[in-house]
């Protein structure tokens, strides 16, 4: 799953949005580091409706334009879940290899995070 989608299917956990609440709810959930453009936003849109992970919930004219609300399926509940908990596997797992890597390296502090020798993986 990529980055935007994870985020995408984050925004629309609790309730259906349109494009543009998609968009500011994607930034903000995301603390600034994923801002989508609107042709990508749809193309992540499109892909997720297509592997039936959301699914247009409603359209709406406000001011004269359509507006598509969209909305979480069971299956993209299951996947979200099932993301969420495979990246908080990950980080819990990379949080003990740097507890580990600072018992190993006595004296030299936690040093700069990536920067410090050892396998990476």
């Known amino acids: 799953m990529t980055h935007a989608a994870f985020f995408v299917l984050t925004a629309l956990a609790d309730e259906p949005r349109h494009g543009y609440g998609i968009l500011r709810e994607v930034e903000e959930l995301s603390e600034g580091s ?3 453009r609107v042709g990508t ?4 849109l499109d892909r997720l409706v297509k ?4 699914a247009l919930d409603r359209e709406e004219v ?3 334009r359509l507006r598509r609300y969209y909305r979480l399926t069971d299956s993209g509940e299951r996947a979200l879940t099932a993301e969420a908990e495979r990246m908080a596997a990950g980080a819990q797992a990379a949080a003990r290899r740097i507890a580990l890597g600072r018992r190993l390296r006595p ?4 040093g ?3 920067l410090a020798g ?3 993986t």
């Not at 936003?41 to 992540?44: D, F, I, K, R, S």
């Not at 592997?51 to 959301?54: G, K, R, S, T, V």
């Not at 004296?107 to 936690?110: I, L, V």
């Open 118 to 120: 050892g396998g990476a």
């Open 112 to 114: 700069p995070v990536g």
């Open 34 to 36: 994923v801002q989508l």
């Open 62 to 64: 406000q001011q004269g």
């Open 41 to 44: 936003l749809y193309g992540v």
């Open 107 to 110: 004296g030299k502090g936690p």
């Open 51 to 54: 592997d039936e992970l959301i």
